[in-house]
């Protein structure tokens, strides 16, 4: 029976940790060893790894001295996998007794080297972490490209809910930890494809993700995720795809439309269409949810993801056109 070893990279997660832990101890693949990589945590997380190891003999972990970021956690868990199969998932995310065995099934059967699937907020959440799930989901806010079945762009699963064969390690290198805050897990990914791997989504495999319930850190994390996507194509101008490029044209189209009399009824009209499609969006939220105050926790939690995406990349290309005309 292959051996799959499961690295979970955790920063402050002490209220979700225990949960995780036990959920990947509970698993039907009995061939499973469980690395937990500490990244300096400040809260009881180290307290708790310790007694999770007394309960669980077979808990495997370590702590980073300094915050470094997830890339850098899961390179260590890497350098201490003994497994022929790897499995990520984070310390704020739990997974169904399956969950192993649905990503591996196809790695084992030949069918791919890279499985993925879904992630999704539980019912009993708080109410902004269940409107961040179903905007982060929403076909509206970014065409589905999370979801693994669009066209448009290149699935790459999400380094929370992947399982990937160990020989392409070898192959593609592990995480650039310049990547310390985010878009580490894609940049990665694009070096995956291009040695080679082929990717498969699976819908049945899906991990329960404990959302934080903060939209302003939600609003941040767009942000950040539109720059570093700027860095991923700076890095790597192949794996440009224009698909992401849609919010970032949005707002320029509404910042400079206005400024021509003859753009401004095509101005009104895509601010009309907008609106109209983010509230019905939110509407649909709202009753997917159960609380008609979703609504408008939705309206901003679905508007922050292509905006903030957007402004990330936007920002990111004026810092760089800055630095170049200051080198001339």
């Not at 060893?33 to 400040?42: C, G, L, M, R």
């Not at 169904?96 to 069918?111: K, N, Y």
């Not at 019912?123 to 589905?144: K, Q």
């Not at 009309?272 to 939110?282: E, N, Q, R, S």
């Amino acid at each position: 029976m292959t051996l799959v070893t499961v690295i979970v990279p955790t920063h402050n997660d002490g209220q979700t940790l225990e949960k995780c832990v036990r959920s990947l101890f509970q698993q039907t693949w009995s061939e499973l060893e469980v690395i937990v990589v500490n990244d300096a945590s400040t809260d009881r997380t180290l307290d708790l790894l310790e007694a999770l190891g007394r309960e669980y003999p077979e808990l495997r972990f370590d702590s980073l001295g300094v915050k470094s970021g997830a890339a850098r956690a899961r390179n260590r868990g890497f350098t201490l996998a003994r497994g022929e199969v790897i499995a990520l998932i984070d310390g704020d995310m739990w997974a169904p007794a399956e969950w192993v065995e649905q990503l591996l099934e196809p790695i084992t059967s030949g069918q791919a080297d890279v499985t993925g699937g879904p992630d999704k907020v539980p019912v009993t959440a708080p109410l902004e972490s269940r409107c961040i799930g179903y905007s982060m989901d929403s076909v509206l806010t970014n065409g589905g490209l999370r979801l693994g079945d669009t066209k448009l762009v290149t699935y790459l699963p999400g380094t929370g809910n992947m399982a990937i064969r160990r020989s392409f390690l070898d192959k593609a290198g592990t995480f650039d930890e310049e990547f310390h805050d985010t878009g580490e897990d894609k940049e990665w990914l694009y070096r995956v494809k291009e040695a080679g791997a082929r990717f498969l989504y699976l819908p049945e495999a899906l991990a329960w993700h404990e959302r934080r319930a903060d939209v302003m850190l939600h609003a941040k994390k767009q942000f950040l995720s539109g720059r570093r996507r700027f860095d991923i194509w700076e890095k790597d101008p192949s794996s440009f795809e224009w698909p992401h490029l849609a919010p970032s044209a949005l707002i320029l189209f509404l910042l400079t439309a206005w400024c021509h009399p003859l753009s401004r009824i095509l101005w009104w009209a895509v601010l009309c269409l907008g609106g109209a499609l983010v509230f019905l969006d939110c509407y649909r939220g709202a009753r997917e949810i159960g609380s008609p105050r979703a609504f408008l926790v939705l309206i901003i939690t679905s508007c922050v993801i292509p905006f903030g995406y957007g402004a990330g990349i936007l920002w990111r290309s004026i810092e760089r056109l800055a630095m170049k005309m200051r080198g001339r």
